[in-house]
């Protein structure tokens, strides 16, 4: 049994902490929210030489601080929620572990402390302060319709990896390496450069009936654009017709179709 004051702290700090909707809750999420934007600054400065040079020692400083900041808060949610291993397996607890164990890596393990650039996924808690956790459901719609279609999508890369080996073989029998195509891989990626539309110019065929191919290759290109999107796109709408968007989503650990008439979340507890 847990003590009056023991509970009552609990569940002032729960307000706090997993409550967006109060006032202190607002200004924690807000205050967490630029907590995590200023380790992100430091991460990054950090790798800037000639900020790095003068202020090595601050770069360390502060990055422990928040480190240390953010495990006082982790600890503090395991502490307060009703069921830990729910918070634990969540959505938003596995990023805010993985948030902090960077750090503590980079003690055995050199350079592990730029993995921290991981808590950038902590932002999307401005989901909840901003009142848009209407459009994790829409998110949803879009992850169940990038399932829906991996196995078409993966049919179609498939088909484009064949594309590219064939054209950037044709490709190094017609220029040789007179032209630049010193061999088949890099003339292969040639080809991904070109059907892609990416187009760096480091090599470009010279004879006619190179340029020919790559002009054909050009006009492919715009179809690894459009078939993947039509894909998508068509499960999307049938995803839609089919009603999954009207369901609600959980703000906490991210899951999706619970009832419309939901109060709490099936899956954790919290309150939609």
Sequence with gaps: MLAPGDKKWKQHWYQVIFESDTPSGKRFDVVLLFAIIGSLLVIMLETVPKFNEKYASIFVILEWF?????????????????????????????IDLISVLPSYLAIVLGGAQYFIVIRSLRLLRVFRVLKMVRFIGEANVLSSALRASRHKIAVFLIA???????????????????????????????????????GYGDISPATPLGQFIASAIMIMGYGVIAVPTGIVTSEINRSQAQGNQASKSCAVCGKSGMAAEAEYCQYCGEAL
């Design 66 to 94: 928040f480190t240390i900041l953010f495990s006082i808060e982790y600890i503090i949610r395991l502490r307060i929620v009703k069921r830990p291993l729910s918070y634990i397996t969540s959505f938003y607890g596995i």
């Design 160 to 198: 484009v990896i064949c594309i590219n080996f064939i054209m950037g073989t044709v490709m190094y029998m017609v220029e040789g390496p007179e032209h630049g195509f010193k061999s088949i891989p890099i003339s292969i990626y040639w080809c991904i450069v070109t059907l892609t539309t990416v």
